[in-house]
């Protein structure tokens, strides 16, 4: 079945470091969504990226979308303690199903002041 | 933005007793919903694609009749743990899928509930 790789599965940086987490995907996708869960909370959605080679930001947050959608990545820059938790990106795939996301593992993002 | 809300966020229950939790979309209506479940430290795993009108569709290894799903409206999705276990014990969350423009979705997940079968 389809399957979403993510890594790092945790990254320890100093305030001020930028920080990066990757995804790939086994299958070609429809769309990526990378979502946030801080400790003790519940996913929030960040963004959805939909073409190929998108490259979309939210202010230090950098998203982008492979050119054979089947990667992406979100890169942090100049990390700061709010930024904390643990950082999820999800395929979909609407060929043939329901559209579900498959959820990667997470990379769990601490940040030392 | 969207809302999904999620009751009750934390129950406690006795092993073979019955847990029903509610996901409900606050603010939009929500044809397809999704429950997952999240061990500690674990990614999400989904369970079930509930859609409003018709049976849930379960993921591999996932027992229907364990975990019986009800999308009666377009803004409810239940979820009832059956003869809970304590291996049940674990955080239940819920998603709505809200329509954007043509094919385009955004997910929203509710708080979660945290389910603890003693």
């Known amino acids: 079945g389809q399957q979403v790789m993510q890594i790092p599965q945790y990254q320890h940086v100093q305030e001020g470091e930028d920080f990066t987490t990757y995804c790939n995907s086994s299958t070609t996708l429809s769309n990526i969504q990378w979502y946030k869960q801080r400790p003790g909370g519940h996913p929030v959605f960040l963004i959805q990226?939909?073409?190929?080679?998108e490259v979309k930001k939210q202010k230090r947050l950098t998203f982008q979308f492979g050119e054979a959608k089947k990667n992406s990545s979100l890169h942090i820059t100049a990390t700061q303690t709010t930024d904390v938790g643990t950082y999820f990106c999800a395929g979909v795939n609407y060929g043939g199903s329901q559209g579900n996301l498959i959820f990667g593992k997470g990379t769990k993002l601490s940040v030392k002041p | 933005g969207a809302v999904v809300s999620q009751h009750p966020s934390r129950v406690i229950c006795k092993s073979g007793t019955s847990v029903k939790i509610e996901c409900r979309s606050l603010?939009?209506?929500?044809?397809?919903m999704f429950w997952y479940r999240q061990f500690p430290k674990q990614s999400l795993m989904l369970m079930a694609t509930?859609?409003?009108?018709?049976?849930?569709?379960?993921e591999q290894g996932v027992e229907k009749d364990k975990f019986l799903i009800n999308h009666a409206s377009l803004t409810l999705s239940t979820l009832t743990v059956t003869s809970a276990h304590p291996e049940d014990s674990s955080f239940y969350i819920c998603?709505?899928?809200?329509?954007?423009?043509?094919?385009?979705?955004?997910?929203?997940f509710g708080p979660g509930t945290r389910l603890t079968v003693t």
């Open positions: 990226l939909v073409k190929s080679g």
């Open positions: 509930s859609n409003e009108g018709s049976k849930a569709t379960y």
């Open positions: 998603s709505a899928r809200k329509n954007i423009a043509g094919a385009r979705y955004e997910q929203y």
């Open positions: 603010d939009f209506q929500a044809t397809t």
